[in-house]
T-cell receptor, first 109, second 114 residues
Framework: GQNIDQPTEMTATEGAIVQINCTYQ??????LFWYQQHAGEAPTFLSY??LDGLEEKGRFSSFLSRSKGYSYLLLKELQMKDSASYLC??????????WGAGTKLIIKP | DADVTQTPRNRITKTGKRIMLECSQT?????MYWYRQDPGLGLRLIYY???????NKGEISDGYSVSRQAQAKFSLSLESAIPNQTALYFC?????????????FGNGTRLTVT
């Protein structure tokens, strides 16, 4: 079967760095997305990786290792507004998105 | 104004009732999707449409139907609502430039079936 695993919840301190991991098992692979979802709101696109390596976009970076079926989202200089759920989703060989359940990130002052 | 608008935002209905959730978009995207989100689960695809004459079942289409009335409008119907259809429903769009095009979500409809 196809599966995405990510931690249910993480806690971090304002100003610190946090890494949210995602492992995937899919039938084929055509890329991996990260979305941010604030409570009660719509998910919003953060990043897309299809090649191995790190992509940086401001305070957020996303990493992919295709051989390991692994990705992470790195958030630097954490702000209170970063408190949200972070959704990992992989594109399988049929270009269908397989979604993880999301990681709820709690930022403490 | 939101690019992807869902109505209503909240709905409470009784078992057995027929209800319709509406979605409209001003992004000019060809592709539209309906998802449901349940606590502790990933987003699950109900139906999707790549253009006005195209309708495709997703992972969990049983008990649902859709209509793509125009490029900008995609509605989801529950013919006879049941309590386990209580969930947060999202409409989303994407352009057709490539499979890596990100999804743009509406603000969701919270549906409760009693």
């Amino acid at each position: 079967g196809q599966n995405i695993d990510q931690p249910t919840e993480m806690t971090a301190t304002e100003g610190a760095i946090v890494q949210i991991n995602c492992t995937y098992q899919t039938s084929g692979f055509n890329g991996l997305f990260w979305y941010q979802q604030h409570a009660g709101e719509a998910p919003t696109f953060l990043s897309y990786n299809v090649l191995d390596g790190l992509e940086e976009k401001g305070r957020f970076s996303s990493f992919l290792s295709r051989s390991k079926g692994y990705s992470y989202l790195l958030l630097k200089e954490l702000q209170m507004k970063d408190s949200a759920s972070y959704l990992c989703a992989a594109l399988d060989s049929n270009y269908q998105l397989i979604w993880g359940a999301g990681t709820k990130l709690i930022i403490k002052p | 104004d939101a690019d992807v608008t869902q109505t209503p935002r909240n709905r409470i209905t009784k078992t057995g009732k027929r209800i319709m959730l509406e979605c409209s978009q001003t992004k000019g995207h060809d592709r539209m999707y309906w998802y449901r989100q349940d606590p502790g689960l990933g987003l699950r695809l109900i139906y999707y449409s790549f253009d006005v004459k195209d309708i495709n079942k997703g992972e969990i289409s049983d008990g649902y139907s859709v209509s793509r009335q125009a490029q900008a409008k995609f509605s989801l119907s529950l013919e006879s609502a049941i309590p386990n259809q209580t969930a947060l429903y999202f409409c989303a769009t994407s352009d057709s430039t490539g499979e890596s095009s990100p999804l743009h979500f509406g603000n969701g409809t919270r549906l409760t079936v009693t």
